[in-house]
């Protein structure tokens, strides 16, 4: 069964600065691979996905991640944060079996002004 | 509208009532899913329906039951509501295409048991 780990429960970090959120994953098959955000109040909104084309891949806001095979990770970067990027972000694997796909605990992240 | 509706938004409700939340889509996806959100724990699957036929448990069905009603609906119940059911619960749905495209989320429906 695949699982997911986000190694860091809370990020902080100033406006303008970069946003780095780390996911690492473990699957028994090649994974799909995703992230949502949640701002307060709402619902899970797709941020991007991997699917076995690039291995970088450009989601919305000016997020994107990098899929590394070798050290199965997924982290999620954006060159400079906005006070609009704090929310709660989930890292999703899924191995292509449609009724398993598992969420990371969330990292939550802060932006100060 | 919302692609997927989840009503009520928020319910406070007393331990040992029957509860029902509810879920619709717009969406025209055959596939439905129910989790259930709580802190530090990510979401985890509480039942999915492949279609109007077929329901299955997630790894957390214990003290829940479902019902798809049709296509678009797919309602969750709390028989005997219990304090540690105290939860943020999204309905979600996709399609067969859901490994490469993700699913929908609806808004949510933070449940309080007291």
């Known amino acids: 069964a695949q699982s997911v780990t986000q190694l860091d429960s809370h990020v902080s970090v100033s406006e303008g600065t970069p946003v780095l959120l780390r996911c690492n994953y473990s699957?028994?098959?090649?994974?799909?691979l995703f992230w949502y955000v949640q701002h307060p109040n709402k619902g899970l909104q797709l941020l991007l996905k991997?699917?076995?084309?690039?291995?970088l891949v450009k989601g919305i806001n000016g997020f994107e991640a990098e899929f590394k095979k070798s050290e199965t990770s997924f982290h999620l970067t954006k060159p400079s944060a906005h006070m609009s990027d704090a929310a709660e972000y989930f890292c999703?694997?899924?191995?292509?079996?449609?009724?398993?796909?598992?969420f990371g605990a969330g990292t939550r992240l802060t932006v100060k002004p | 509208d919302a692609d997927v509706t989840q009503t009520p938004r928020n319910r406070i409700t007393k331990t040992g009532k029957r509860i029902m939340l509810e879920c619709s889509q717009t969406?025209?996806?055959?596939?439905m899913y129910w989790y259930r959100q709580d802190p530090g724990l990510g979401l985890r699957l509480i039942y999915y329906?492949?279609?109007?036929?077929?329901?299955n448990k997630g790894e957390i069905s214990d003290g829940y039951s479902v019902s798809r009603q049709a296509q678009a609906k797919f309602s969750l119940s709390l028989e005997s509501a219990i304090p540690n059911q105290t939860a943020l619960y999204f309905c979600?749905?996709?399609?067969?295409?859901?490994?490469?495209?993700?699913?929908?989320f609806g808004s949510g429906t933070r449940l309080t048991v007291v």
């Open positions: 329906s492949f279609d109007v036929k077929d329901i």
């Open positions: 699957s028994s098959y090649s994974p799909s």
């Open positions: 991997y699917t076995s084309a690039a291995t």
């Open positions: 979600a749905t996709s399609d067969l295409a859901a490994p490469y495209y993700g699913y929908t």
């Open positions: 969406k025209g996806h055959d596939r």
């Open positions: 999703v694997v899924s191995d292509g079996n449609n009724n398993d796909m598992r």
